[in-house]
């Protein structure tokens, strides 16, 4: 793995957030002064192609990118726009529909949190 890429999984691998791409170039930067933004965006493509990190698109924000590429499902805050995992139950019965075991899911649950619900 060159320097850059190992930079970028290590940033994102200890966010305790979903950051955004800009965000990631920010940090990368700040620790290798040198770095071009695309070469951010090249190897974020390159770690979600190849299965190292998550990429979570979401309609209307930038997307995000997580450390947990184990199949769970995300809450977003429809008013701040946090964003937490979720684990969810086995979901492999869902073969039954598609006669193909499912490799992957994509579930985003949109809710307000307990800060925003009290604000």
């Known amino acids: 793995m060159t320097k850059q890429r190992q930079l970028i999984y290590d940033v ?11 965000e990631i170039f920010i940090k990368a930067k700040s620790c290798m002064p040198e770095i071009a933004q695309a070469t951010v965006y090249n190897n974020l493509n390159y770690l979600t192609d190849h299965g190292i990190i998550r990429r979570l698109s979401i309609l209307g924000e930038n997307d995000r990118y997580d450390r947990n590429v184990m199949p769970h499902a995300h809450l977003i805050c429809d008013k701040c726009k946090a964003i937490a995992d979720v684990e969810v139950a086995d979901l492999s019965w869902l073969g039954i529909f ?11 649950l949109h809710y307000v949190c307990d800060k925003c619900g009290n604000a």
């Open 98 to 108: 598609t006669k193909k075991p499912v490799t992957s899911f994509d579930l985003t």
């Open 12 to 22: 994102v691998n200890a966010a305790p957030v979903h950051l955004t791409a800009e």
